[in-house]
């Protein structure tokens, strides 16, 4: 996946079938669903892929017990029918996690033992195991950190896990594999509009600042909390779609939930749900539901959220976290939608809309339903844009990298098949063996391969996307950022002082993911 190379086909100045507008799971799913039943396809995106949203998730594929309490059934039987299939096509990125619900008051085991009973046999022949009741000394072994006061047993199930950004990075590069050009760093700044009726797009590429203009017979808006702004460039009196939510999560380590079992609160005392799930060996721990104003690209967590979690967590915990504990902290935005517009095709989950211009808009869902997602907003498409109708082939489209004898021990487990080259890399270089920080396994060839063929540009795309180093230890990614900036230099022929840049402007972004203690210093 070469940025330079996918350029140059703009240049061509060919009219496109499909322009994405949007690289977070839902653009991204979009263009890999078009490119592979042959459509030309081109996707824009304004900072990196999965910048937004995207990267901010509790990192689950999953059905939503909580819509199982709810009682959303079909939400939860379409969710874990896709979760089925991302493990099928990506069996390289997505794991089976176990969970455990412990159960503190008598009602709690039948309750959610049948419950998640019936959310097994509703998953049919994807299901991932089935839902087992535990004696207290079974619940203890699963989760030994668990708070034994009052404890009686436990739940365990079962639901899928991964990597978001790798999944997004993935995805991307299955779509340039099918032809797609996909470009980061790339903004929609208007539209190209004949007798009213959009007919492209204007972008700028942000490193360059050269602008295209981008002629498409669909133009797919899939900006997720940023959908009412695309929409308004459209037309300035269009109405608000989305409402913004914003969710955080804390991560810390391992020693908190020491076994690779996750603990699962169906209801706190204010009624949300809380995780705690082993990740890249750290625990991640999440999350807040509150209502913002405006969508951000960097969103802030609040010292009111921080404390939230952290005190409610030391409920089910003997060793009570405390501020100092805290490795990272990452917000994101819920695109969800407000109902309003007209809707050509409608799930309770997500929902597409067709502007009087042509634009079609993709809103709400969640990241394991993003195929589907993408397969609906691609039909629709198709008849608005008059494209000759194909089937959609992703319900049986491997993912880049698939690798289906996965082992999940080895350090490079989610590049799937590219973690060959990484290794080819390491014999022909040894010294691209060595690791980037000593708290961490990633090394220095991960960051030839990102610049080479995940369109990897800034230091931040490194640290916080292609390696996760700036969510699971904000303070030791910082630490390793100069080096990663000393190597992408020599890749990318830069100078002192976009190094010197890089790193400023790094540490600035770092300071956001750690908590307001002022103890931790930057
Ligand atoms: C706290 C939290 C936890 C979650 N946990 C889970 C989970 O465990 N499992 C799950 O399935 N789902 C989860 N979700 C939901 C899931 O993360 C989102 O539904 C999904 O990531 C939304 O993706 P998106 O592509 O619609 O939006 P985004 O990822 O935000 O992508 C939109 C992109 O559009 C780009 N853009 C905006 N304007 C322009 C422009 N003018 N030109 C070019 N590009 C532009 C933005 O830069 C952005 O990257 C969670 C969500 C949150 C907030």
Redesign the pocket.
């Known amino acids: 996946m070469k940025r330079q190379e996918m350029t140059d086909q703009l240049k061509l100045g060919d009219e496109w079938d499909i322009c994405v507008?949007?690289?977070?799971?839902?653009?991204?799913?979009v263009a890999v669903d078009a490119a592979s039943r042959g459509f030309r396809t081109v996707l824009?995106?304004?900072?990196?892929?999965?910048?937004?949203?995207?990267?901010?998730?509790?990192?689950?594929?999953?059905g939503?017990v909580r819509y199982l309490q709810q009682g959303n059934i079909r939400l939860v039987m379409d969710?874990l029918s896709e979760r089925g299939l991302m493990m099928k096509n990506a069996p390289h990125l997505v794991k089976n996690q176990s969970f455990v619900i412990p159960n503190y008051e008598w009602w709690e085991s039948p309750f959610y033992g049948f419950g998640l009973k019936a959310y097994d046999w509703m998953a049919g022949n994807l299901g991932l195991g089935s839902t087992e009741f535990l004696s207290l000394e079974e619940t203890l072994t699963a989760a030994p950190t668990l708070d034994p006061t009052g404890l009686r047993g436990g739940i365990r199930y079962h639901d899928g896990q991964f990597d978001?950004t790798r999944m997004?990075i993935h995805l991307a590069m299955t779509a340039a594999d099918h032809g797609a050009v996909v470009l980061n760093y790339?903004?929609?700044?208007d539209f190209i509009k004949d007798s009213d009726e959009i007919s492209g797009?204007v972008?700028t590429d942000s490193l360059t600042g050269i602008q295209y203009r981008i002629r498409a017979k669909a133009v797919i808006n899939?900006?997720?909390?940023?959908?009412d702004?695309?929409l308004r460039?459209d037309d300035p009196d269009a109405a608000s779609v989305i409402s913004p939510?914003?969710?955080?999560?804390l991560v810390l380590d391992k020693e908190f939930l020491p076994e690779d079992t996750a603990i699962m609160i169906p209801r706190t005392d204010d009624g949300r749900v809380l995780?705690a799930v082993p990740w890249h060996h750290k625990i991640i721990v999440?999350?807040?539901?509150t209502p913002v104003e405006h969508?951000d690209?960097e969103p802030l967590a609040r010292e009111q959220e921080i404390d939230f979690v952290l005190q409610h967590i030391r409920d089910y915990l003997t060793k009570e976290p405390t501020y100092a504990d805290i490795r990272s902290v990452?917000?994101?935005?819920?695109?969800l939608m407000k109902g309003s517009g007209k809707t050509a095709a409608l799930s309770r989950d997500h929902q597409i809309t067709v502007s009087g211009s042509g634009l079609i808009s993709?809103?709400?869902?969640?990241?394991?339903?993003?195929r589907r997602?993408a397969e609906d907003t691609v039909n629709v498409a198709v008849q608005r844009a008059d494209l000759p109708m194909k089937p959609s082939v992703t319900a049986a489209l491997p993912i880049h990298g698939y690798l289906e004898e996965t082992d999940f021990e080895s350090e490079l487990y989610y590049y799937g098949t590219d973690q060959e080259h990484i290794l080819a890399m390491v014999r022909e270089e040894p010294s691209l063996g060595e690791q980037i920080h000593d708290h961490f396994p990633y090394i220095k060839a991960e960051i030839y391969w990102a610049v080479y063929e995940e369109m990897c540009v800034m230091i931040e795309d490194f640290l916080a996307r292609r390696s996760r180093m700036l969510f699971l230890d904000a303070k030791a990614s910082v630490e390793a950022a100069p080096l990663v900036a000393q190597l992408m230099a020599t890749l990318l022929h830069k100078d002192e002082a976009w190094i010197r840049q890089q790193v400023d402007a790094y540490n600035l972004l770092a300071k956001n993911y750690l908590p307001t203690d002022k103890s931790i210093n930057v």
């Not at 507008?21 to 799913?29: H, P, Q, S, Y």
């Not at 899939?222 to 959908?227: D, I, K």
């Open positions: 507008i949007g690289g977070g799971a839902t653009g991204l799913g824009f995106e304004r900072f990196d892929f999965a910048k937004g949203t995207s990267s901010r998730s509790t990192k689950l594929v999953h939503g969710a978001d997004a790339f903004t929609v700044e797009v972008v899939a900006t997720g909390v940023f959908s702004t695309i460039m939510s914003q969710g955080i999560h995780f999440g999350t807040t539901d969508p690209i990452f917000c994101g935005q819920r695109p993709i809103t709400g869902g969640k990241w394991t339903t993003y997602m």
